[in-house]
């Protein structure tokens, strides 16, 4: 059967990427290692969570208290000028104990000092500070109002609380993964053995009418030293998700005649670092190729219903259009909605772009590898136990 030309095209095309890529890493002359302090990393990330959220919200309330502004943006602008804040901390720690990839630090710091700075210049153009600005005033800056100092400070530290914010939160989550996915999916198999529809089923959205016999894994092989799959598909779909997001912001009248247009941008901008942590879960199950066995003539992948239940696209593509009609109905122009998209867009690409190089250079594979060798060890251990309780028995 012959493919489509157009298909043809697109493989070839994504063929050459990945041979000028793998060329490229070996011209930086980086290579992929596992740092040997990641254990201890995750594990001091999944014990001490509860008690960095808990922190972050009490600060976060010490905050809007000292201010005394209790408007709801003004609120969410605290909070997420702390939790930009807290994760940027957490990625300086992180950041030393980070697996090396095909391209080496300093490749991508280079790259992200580039994409900060476009985001920099982007948002300032439109007269508002992204950090220094949000930390001690909401008003907007006048040129010729603040001094070049401080506009190099608010500068260098959006770029460095970029780069350390996203590797705070690929860090965080890649670490709960870890911890949590093996025993989620193996959960499915020992829920089905007893006759029973565990909630890690009901999450990925496993059929009822699948008799469960057993849940194994397939991963994706390496063909090239960079994960270019995993680049573009966190980059794609943590764009779409701000975009949706947003939507509900950008596209109500409320919020357009209430929250000023500076605040809301920079609330997003903040917000936009976080995506990745939403996008991150269903990528790791797809590219174990978890999938669950049973009397059907195909497998079941788990990675489908995760990314049902994490992307709700039809009801978030029709509360796209209500908001939007409801917005041109009370009078807000189309040039004013677009106007917001517009100062938001660049600044997510470029956080979506370096989430997704750091995700894939440091994190894709390694999460992937550890995820099966930790649900084939625990699968094991679960065997012996049965074994030994039959015996008893």
Known sequence: MLMPRDAVLKKVDIESINDKLDHAATVFGGASRINPRSEDRDRAIVRAFPWF?????????????????????????????????????????????????????????????????????????????VLLRGASSLKPFIPGDVDE??????????????????????TTISAMIRKYLPGAILSIERSAAEGERGPAASFFMVPDVLDVKEVEMDPVPDSHVFDLRSFIELTVYAFS???????????????????????????MVLLSVFLPALVIPWQAVKSTGARVLSSA?????????????????????????????I???????????????????????AIAVVSGLLYANC??????????????????????EKEADTATH
Request: hydrophobic share 55%.
């Open 53 to 129: 959220v808990a922190c972050c919200v009490v600060v976060s309330a010490l905050l809007v208290i000292s201010r005394g502004d209790f408007l709801p943006w003004k609120i969410l602008d605290d909070i997420c000028i702390v939790f930009v804040t807290a994760f940027a901390l957490l990625g300086t720690w992180a950041l030393y104990r980070l697996d090396s990839g095909p391209f080496p630090l300093w490749f991508l710091v280079g790259f992200v000092i580039f994409a900060g700075a476009v985001m920099w210049f982007y948002v300032t153009g439109a007269g508002a500070m």
């Open 149 to 170: 100092i401080v506009l190099f400070s608010d500068m260098l530290l959006t770029i460095l609380v970029l780069l350390l914010s996203s590797v705070g939160v690929l």
């Open 241 to 267: 998700m701000g975009v949706m997001v947003c939507s509900a912001l950008f596209l109500n009248p409320i919020v357009l005649d209430a929250v000023p247009q500076y605040n809301t941008i920079r609330i």
């Open 297 to 325: 003539p195909r497998p079941y992948y788990l990675w489908t219903g995760a990314k049902k239940r994490l992307f709700t696209w039809y009801a978030m593509l029709g509360v796209f259009f209500l908001t939007f009609v």
């Open 327 to 349: 917005s041109v109905y009370y009078g807000k122009s189309i040039e004013t909605i677009l106007g917001y998209y517009m100062q938001y867009l660049v600044p997510l690409g």
């Open 363 to 384: 994190f894709a594979r390694n999460l992937r590898d550890i995820v099966c060798y930790r649900f084939y060890s625990k699968r094991q251990k679960m065997l012996e």
